[in-house]
């Protein structure tokens, strides 16, 4: 049962526009979302969070927006440019209970950006 | 400031032999976690380890063991691989709470054949 869901495999976008990628989530229990961009023969690197008590945070082009009554998360990329180019996972993190601190990511999404 | 250190890089095991994949820190986390990366999967945890000498498993466990070394230290053992291991594995360690990232590691690309 995949509690994190990427269903978009590959996203393609000019450079200067917006990038956004979505991520749906089952599990109530997530109060922590966070976003990690990952570049071919490289570890993920962690790009931005967000708690179940915000809907948006911002961190430079990055913004990740929450919705949580739909169970949904966004990452928008303003103004994307072509190093932004890579897999990013979406994943997610409950604050207590058996699941602390432990991710649970989606499959992830290639986006390319095209100069 | 090295991070996160994992050896070796690559590997290709027989079915049936045994193996170790060493993970190293130097930033004083508590929390380390191997994951694994498949395609169409994204990463799935194998074992963490909260703290120095604890150790639980994760979403797929089967088939490995785990040893907290130190808190510096924190390795992953196939004791008799099999061509379902074959994947990218992923080595993470983190400072603080759930809000906190991970730090990852570079990965070792295993090919079990």
């Known amino acids: 049962d995949q509690q994190v869901k990427q269903n978009s495999p590959s996203l393609s976008v000019q450079e200067g526009r917006i990038s956004i990628l979505n991520c749906d989530y089952t599990?109530?229990?997530?109060?922590?979302f966070l976003w990690y961009k990952k570049y071919p023969a490289e570890g993920p690197t962690f790009l931005i969070s967000?708690?179940?008590?915000?809907d948006k945070n911002e961190d430079g082009r990055f913004t990740v927006f929450l919705n949580k009554s739909a169970k949904h998360l966004s990452l928008h990329i303003v103004p994307s440019q072509p190093g932004d180019s890579a897999v990013y996972f979406c994943?997610?993190?409950?604050?207590?209970?058996?699941?602390?601190?432990?991710?649970?990511f989606g499959q992830g999404t290639i986006l390319t950006v095209h100069p | 400031n090295a991070g996160v250190t994992q050896t070796p890089k690559f590997q290709v095991l027989k079915t049936g032999q045994s193996m170790t994949l060493q993970c190293a820190q130097d930033?004083?986390?508590?929390?380390m976690y191997w994951y694994r990366q498949d395609p169409g999967m994204g990463l799935r945890l194998i074992y963490y380890?909260?703290?120095?000498?604890?150790?639980d498993k994760g979403e797929v466990p089967n088939g490995y063991n785990v040893s907290r070394l130190n808190k510096r230290e924190f390795s992953l053992r196939l004791e008799s691989a099999a061509p379902s291991q074959t994947s990218v594995y992923f080595c993470?360690?983190?400072?603080?709470?759930?809000?906190?990232?991970?730090?990852f590691g570079s990965g070792t690309r295993l090919t079990v054949v």
């Open positions: 993470a360690s983190r400072v603080g709470g759930p809000g906190y990232g991970y730090t």
């Open positions: 599990n109530s229990m997530f109060d922590y």
């Open positions: 967000i708690s179940s008590i915000k």
């Open positions: 994943a997610a993190s409950a604050a207590g209970g058996t699941s602390y601190g432990k991710l649970t």
């Open positions: 930033m004083n986390h508590n929390s």
């Open positions: 380890s909260a703290s120095e000498g604890t150790t």
